[in-house]
């Protein structure tokens, strides 16, 4: 069993199986032991650990999880790829459990419950396109997770850690914000890959909070108000939220409610802090 952390490897088993990548799958193969070492020292994986790996692809990052970790359970997309990690390249490991399924249908509770009950810790080299549905996915549900550490693209990692004020600030980073703290533990660039994605990349782990940061009294009103407020950027808070079928509030309300915290109705939702969102929310939320 070759490890595949060496590219010389990497395209002997695609050849071997004449593996053709799936573009709508968004298959970027990991190809620099470097990189790969970075992941899993980020990761922090442990011989307690039992991990949650999205998107083994040839198993690349499995081998080294297999090896750290005291389970892995893999869960895999591409049903073409699942011949070569059961038969091939990670054949030999005994506790690896591959699922054949789009992890975004895949009970997480119950894959903790059949690996002892204790959270899970996630690690995956996530394809861009489906990127933030599998992240919040995770944490909107309060999965029982104890860190995501992922291979995301740059600017969504930068994204997920922007302050207000910044072009980058948005409802990805209040959301993450309120459910994890978040570390870049390393930039990629493209040739780490096979085949080379146009952008460069980064490794970013979260670490899910116990308590979120602010006191939301009604979070679903919360992230209807982040929503409405990033909705259309340029457009004022008022009339994010008078326009939003979310939130049940009339441009003058909303006023009402910005003058009664003290801010101006001019003020836009990518100058605001999550608190001040949080206050916003729980007035709307009280009717009053």
Not at 31 to 50: C, E, F, M, Q, S
């Amino acid at each position: 069993m070759a490890y595949l952390s060496d590219p010389k490897e990497t395209i002997a088993v695609l050849q071997r199986y004449r593996f053709m990548f799936q573009k709508k799958f968004g298959q970027n193969f990991l190809i620099d032991p470097h990189v790969l070492a970075k992941i899993i020292d980020a990761a922090g994986v442990t011989g307690d650990d039992v991990v949650l790996e999205i998107g083994p692809g040839i198993g690349t990052m499995t081998q080294a999880l297999c090896e750290q970790a005291k389970e892995v359970v893999a869960v895999e997309i591409d049903r073409n790829l699942i011949p070569i990690l059961t038969e091939d390249t990670c054949r030999d490991y005994t506790n690896l459990t591959i699922i054949n399924e789009d992890v975004l249908k895949v009970d997480i509770e119950q894959v903790a419950r059949e690996h002892g009950g204790r959270p899970l810790k996630v690690v995956a080299n996530l394809p861009y396109y489906i990127t933030t549905p599998i992240i919040m996915g995770l944490l909107e549900k309060r999965a029982p997770v104890e860190s995501v550490t992922v291979m995301v693209q740059k600017e969504v990692a930068e994204r997920m850690q922007a302050g207000p004020g910044s072009k980058d600030y948005g409802a990805l980073s209040l959301a993450v914000q309120y459910y994890a703290d978040s570390y870049i533990a390393a930039y990629v660039p493209p040739n780490c890959f096979m085949p080379r994605p146009g952008v460069g990349s980064a490794v970013i782990r979260l670490t899910l909070r116990e308590k979120p940061p602010v006191e939301a009294t009604d979070e679903s009103m919360l992230f209807a108000v982040i929503r409405a407020a990033f909705a259309q950027r340029r457009k004022t808070l008022v009339n994010g939220l008078g326009n939003s079928p979310e939130v049940p509030c009339t441009k003058e309300e909303a006023t009402a409610v910005l003058e009664e915290l003290g801010l101006p109705a001019g003020v836009r939702g990518e100058t605001l802090t999550m608190e001040q969102f949080a206050a916003i929310a729980n007035r709307i939320a009280s009717g009053k």
